[in-house]
């Protein structure tokens, strides 16, 4: 990035993040529109704070149609009490608010992708403005931070915490460690396709832990992949001495992608024909879907097979493919 002498964020809290106790307010980004003139988007945040301790930073809605960090953060800020945190905890439930209010994975004010708009700006769109915000006044607040994914619209996961293989050892074991203090059923060692502009990556960069999740997906969320959040996030609490108690994990299984070979893309569009189910054992060749051409019968589908052995741990979700599409994903089991 180099050195930039950026103007001030335009985004203003009506919380005061060193002031002791339970605040719910907004985030207030002017957003001057037809139906809004001098208008805003105001993004929901809860901060609560508790003498001296360190500071969690849990956010969800990165995407707008991934449901469980939404689902356990609104619990979570609705219920949280000052006496039982000891440091601080900051829980914006929804970053990308109108992509969650459109219920879609990018902004339907300006398509950004805040998952791919770091460092943002602060003369930028709506979404760059967010993720400017995040960049240069929550993050350098916190310690630890947790982002809940889940596949949106178009992928399904099993479900699992995730942290990243990092250059600094000390950073990535301190993040395992709470991937292990979440105890979602499967763990994972993440490989990022392109991890350039990555909330994940603007966080690791100064030397946060940095913890994530991929919970579900399809658009929706399920009783038992919001369970696995609320969770999740109260165990990450207290591995981290935030809240009171102690962390009770449940079993894991250890995952890893350890190339871009546990990624597989359609070259075809078509309807699609998944031959294994999330959580399957696949072996390096299997058949792992068919693509039907759809323009007419008597054609033969194309085949995309495993370049790796391991479990199904993410597949497309939608029926209908389209080429460039990702299909499937295979992780390996750490024994
Ligand atoms: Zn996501």
Not at 83 to 98: H, L, Q, S, T
Request: glycine share 12%; aromatic share 8%.
């Amino acid at each position: 990035m180099g050195i930039q002498n950026l103007r001030p964020s335009p985004i203003s809290a009506t919380v005061d993040f060193d002031a002791q106790g339970v605040q719910h307010g907004f985030l207030r980004l002017p957003y001057s529109r037809d139906d809004s003139a001098w208008g805003s988007v105001m993004i929901p945040v809860t901060v609560v704070k508790n003498g001296e301790g360190p500071t969690a930073l849990l956010t969800g809605g990165n995407h707008g149609d991934e449901y469980e960090g939404p689902a356990a953060l609104f619990d979570l800020a609705r219920r949280i009490e000052a006496d039982e945190v000891r440091g601080r905890v900051i829980i914006v439930p929804a970053m990308n608010y109108p992509a969650f209010l459109g219920g879609t994975r990018t902004s339907p004010i300006d398509r950004g992708n805040m998952n791919r708009s770091f460092p943002g700006r602060p003369d930028g769109t709506v979404t760059e403005k967010i993720a400017d915000y995040f960049q240069r006044v929550l993050l350098p607040l916190a310690d630890i931070v947790l982002d809940f994914h889940s596949g949106g619209k178009t992928l399904d996961f099993l479900p699992f915490c995730a942290a990243h293989v990092l250059t600094d050892k000390a950073q990535e074991a301190k993040a395992f460690e709470y991937v292990r203090a979440f105890g979602a059923p499967y763990s994972m060692k993440m490989l990022e396709i392109d991890a350039v502009g990555m909330y994940d990556t603007a966080a690791e960069e100064m030397g946060k832990v940095f913890v994530t999740t991929e919970l579900g997906g399809g658009g929706t969320a399920t009783a038992r992949s919001i369970g696995i959040a609320k969770a999740g996030v109260a165990n990450v609490l207290k591995a981290a001495g935030i809240l009171k108690g102690s962390a009770a994990p449940a079993e894991t299984t250890w995952l890893d992608m350890p190339d871009g070979d546990c990624f597989s893309f359609a070259e075809d569009g078509g309807l699609i024909e998944p031959m294994f189910d999330l959580g399957d054992r696949v072996a390096a060749g299997d058949l792992v879907a068919r693509i039907y051409p759809v323009g007419r019968t008597g054609v033969a589908p194309s085949e995309i097979r495993a370049k790796m052995s391991g479990i199904l741990c993410a597949r497309h979700f939608p029926g209908l493919v389209k080429a460039g599409d990702c299909v499937s994903v295979i992780a390996v089991v750490v024994d």
